[in-house]
């Protein structure tokens, strides 16, 4: 399988670095092909320009890789921290340039827009891992988990994929390096679940 990893913590020291260095390690000795990308490292801009929102227009050098790259992956991982219940605004402009209109959805003939789209991402799975600071019960009474239904409705479920896993670490701050240890156990467990190695039952 090819997968496509996206990571977005501008700190390199971060869990978010680990994690995404553990996912990689992972992927390759289950025998897949991965596509890596560290945005803050890429420098990846995230404005959206206007001349950028036609479907014919050409499309930035790094812009296109990017969008060729999440149309052909099989599977995609997602890594970021929960900053205001949102995704860092590097990863919300990849989403904005990235998943465009005839790379990840399109709407059918005759709809101008305000309709159901057509989901057009090939990957049969999508895996988001989040850090946070905030404690799980507080996160779920309080602010209701808004990064679930960004992720799992408003964007993979929008591009056509279906299989949606999403597992929070934290808190981050107040971690012990046993903790973090084990989460990183944790994570490479759960990307095997999600992308097993091709062939296994």
Not at 28 to 40: S, T
Not at 62 to 77: N, Q, R, S, T, Y
Not at 117 to 134: D, E, I
Request: contains cysteine.
């Amino acid at each position: 399988m090819l997968i496509s990893i996206i990571l977005s913590n501008p700190s390199p020291e971060s869990f978010n670095h680990a994690l995404a260095k553990e996912t990689r390690e992972c992927l390759l000795k289950l025998g897949h092909k991965v596509h890596f990308h560290d945005l803050y490292q890429e420098h990846f801009d995230p404005i959206l320009l206007d001349l950028e929102q036609g479907r014919k227009t050409v499309l930035p050098p790094l812009v296109k890789k990017h969008c060729d790259e999440i149309a052909a992956a099989d599977g995609i991982v997602i890594i970021h921290p929960n900053w205001w219940g949102q995704p860092p605004a590097i990863m919300k402009g990849w989403v904005d340039r990235v998943l465009r209109p005839g790379t990840a959805y399109e709407f059918l003939e005759g709809d101008g827009g305000e309709g159901i789209p057509k989901g057009l991402l090939k990957a049969k799975a999508a895996l988001v891992l989040n850090t946070t600071n905030t404690p799980l019960k507080r996160e779920m009474e309080v602010f209701g988990d808004p990064l679930e239904n960004l992720w799992k409705t408003c964007i993979f479920d929008f591009c056509g994929v279906r299989q949606f896993h999403r597992r929070v670490f934290g808190v981050i701050v107040t971690s012990t390096p046993d903790e973090r240890w084990q989460w990183l156990r944790e994570a490479s467990e759960l990307v095997a679940k999600v992308f097993p190695k091709e062939g296994a039952s």
